[in-house]
């Protein structure tokens, strides 16, 4: 049962449905506002999926967003529905990226989905293309919106 959800949830429409159903991105943004609510901002964005949290979260058009993600179908599907955004399909350990070009990093329910050694593989990455003064974002999930977003958080990838 388990692989067949995680299967499921590898469908970009499959898992868009989900996000939509089980996040609250708006809060996210209230809760980052002091960091997302300046524009001019170089923003990077660590599995940034289709781009959903973003889409709430970044305003692409004042600001240089660039989402990253292995998924290729997750980053077609980003670029076509948000176009002011730049989408790129890269491994967050070895970034084509010059070094201290991002004021931003964000993590936006990334890191449950990954080992350590990747984890840190990826940190020491962006704290070579984060500007000195730079800020990460982290958000990892706790979700409480409905029984649905709970379930899924039991069987998570």
């Known amino acids: 049962m388990l692989k067949l959800i995680h299967k499921a ?50 305003n692409m058009k004042a600001n240089h967003y660039v989402g990253v993600d292995l998924n290729s179908g997750y980053i077609a599907m980003a670029q076509k529905r948000y176009p002011d955004g730049k989408f790129m399909v890269m491994d967050a350990r070895d970034m084509e990226f010059e070094d201290n070009f991002f004021d931003l990093t964000l993590f936006m329910g990334v890191l449950h989905h990954l080992p350590d050694d990747v984890v840190r593989a990826c940190l020491l990455d962006i704290k070579r293309v984060l500007r000195r ?4 974002l982290v958000a990892e999930p706790i979700f409480t919106k409905n029984w649905l977003s709970t379930w899924f958080l039991d069987r998570d990838r």
């Not at 289709?50 to 889409?55: E, H, I, L, Q, S």
């Not at 003064?133 to 990460?136: A, D, E, K």
């Open 9 to 58: 949830l590898e469908i970009p429409l499959v898992f868009e449905i989900q996000q939509k159903l089980c996040q609250d991105y708006n809060d996210m943004r209230n809760e980052f506002l002091e960091y997302l609510g300046t524009d001019g901002q170089n923003i990077l964005d660590v599995g940034c999926s289709m781009g959903t949290a973003a889409g709430v979260m970044v």
């Open 133 to 136: 003064g730079g800020h990460v």
